[in-house]
């Protein structure tokens, strides 16, 4: 199993696609799967591939959707070996089957898809490919493709109501064989959340699942604002994040802010494996570090690290955000040396907002 794609339901598909690729440099793809009632754009960087929907009628599907919920992703699609065994064993332990399989032909590529209800206003395709082809077949001949930033999705955040957490982790076990990895319970002096990460059979799928702790949680402020549970993030991996990062601020991208006291601090942490040089460029663009600090001396070169930035909420409302991320000599983890760091900066944007005394 993998991500084949992020659908994300939104008031103007052209609007939002042009954002993807002025911000984050994504690549427009030709539209091969508008409707009469929805208009659908598709952007690529790498293997990362989002389509882009908006209503054409008040009768399209993402109209009904934004009735309920702010825009956001509707649909996280993942490819899988058989897809009609996967859609029978959804049904076996009592998942919703919005669409049973269908076959049709995208370009040179043959697919079975099928849909099921997850949380909330949330469906996960699933999606059967006869050929390894994702929509990066269809890139228009005269745009640019050799820009791509991203490498894979590294990892997507799901959040639960209070109390949901435990089903939500069973719902992932038995309907797609996802199994439970590392748990943690984030507590700041202004409010706490409790995650668990899942993690697809194969591996290469990564869905931290968040509960809020405290009734002032971020959590529970997107909760509030999406009207239910849904995807609060999705991590985009890079292999050159301070370059990225650069580039995104040159185009106008606001991101959250990091204070100049956490470098001090970092500096404080042993064996920080990078150069003063290094982290003077880090701190510029204010990307936070993590390390494994068990790594020999000797091997301060070699230390598995982390580098992590997060945007803004992207919509006008604070719900749905971008984090980017570089994993250095395999490293593992989401950062959790961060974590005090980051929800303290989340919080101070909650703050501003007025959600959060």
């Known amino acids: 199993m993998k991500i084949d794609h992020v659908h994300f339901y939104v008031e103007d598909a052209k609007v939002w696609r042009d954002w993807f690729v ?24 790498g293997a990362v591939c989002f389509f882009l929907s908006s209503p054409l009628l008040p009768t399209s599907p993402v109209a009904e959707f934004l009735r309920q919920y702010p825009p956001g992703v509707a649909d ?16 076996k332990h009592g998942a919703t089957i919005l669409q049973p399989t269908q076959e ?11 849909k099921i209800a997850a949380w909330g206003g949330l469906t996960h395709t699933l999606v059967e490919r006869s050929l390894v082809i994702c929509p990066s077949s269809f890139v228009d001949k005269g745009q640019k493709t050799n820009d791509n930033t991203f490498t894979a999705i590294d990892h997507v955040v799901l959040n ?5 957490l435990e089903n939500a982790v069973a719902w992932y076990e038995n309907i797609l064989d996802f199994q439970p990895q590392q748990a943690f319970k984030i507590k ?50 890079t292999t050159n994040l301070v370059s990225a990062i650069a580039k995104f601020r040159a185009s106008g991208l606001s991101l959250l802010s990091v204070p ?16 003063l040089l290094e982290l003077e460029a880090i701190a510029q663009q204010e990307i936070m570090v993590d390390w494994q600090e068990y790594t020999p001396v000797g091997a301060q070169q070699t230390a598995p690290l982390l580098l992590q930035i997060f945007t803004q909420p992207i919509f006008e409302q604070p ?21 005090r760091a980051l929800f303290e900066a989340i919080e101070s944007e909650q703050i501003k907002r007025g959600t959060l005394q």
């Open 22 to 45: 002025h911000h984050l440099g994504f690549q427009p793809v030709t539209d091969r799967i508008s409707s009469f009632h929805t208009c659908t754009e598709v952007v690529k960087s």
């Open 76 to 91: 996280v699609a993942f490819a899988v070996e058989d897809v009609e065994s996967a859609i029978a064993l959804a049904q």
């Open 104 to 114: 049709r032909q995208v370009g040179t590529a043959f697919l079975k898809c099928g």
């Open 160 to 164: 639960v109501a209070v109390g949901e």
């Open 188 to 237: 700041t002096n202004r409010s706490a959340l409790h995650s668990q990460v899942m993690v697809s059979h194969n591996g290469s799928v990564q869905l931290p699942i968040n509960e809020p702790a405290s009734r002032n949680s971020q959590i529970q402020e997107f909760l509030d604002v999406n009207r239910g549970p849904g995807i609060q993030h999705i991590a985009l991996r």
């Open 260 to 275: 100049q006291s956490y470098y001090s601090q970092l500096k404080q942490r042993p064996g920080l494996p990078l150069s």
């Open 319 to 339: 719900t749905f955000f971008f984090e980017f991320i570089e994993r250095r000599y395999q490293a593992q983890g989401f950062g959790e040396g961060n974590f």
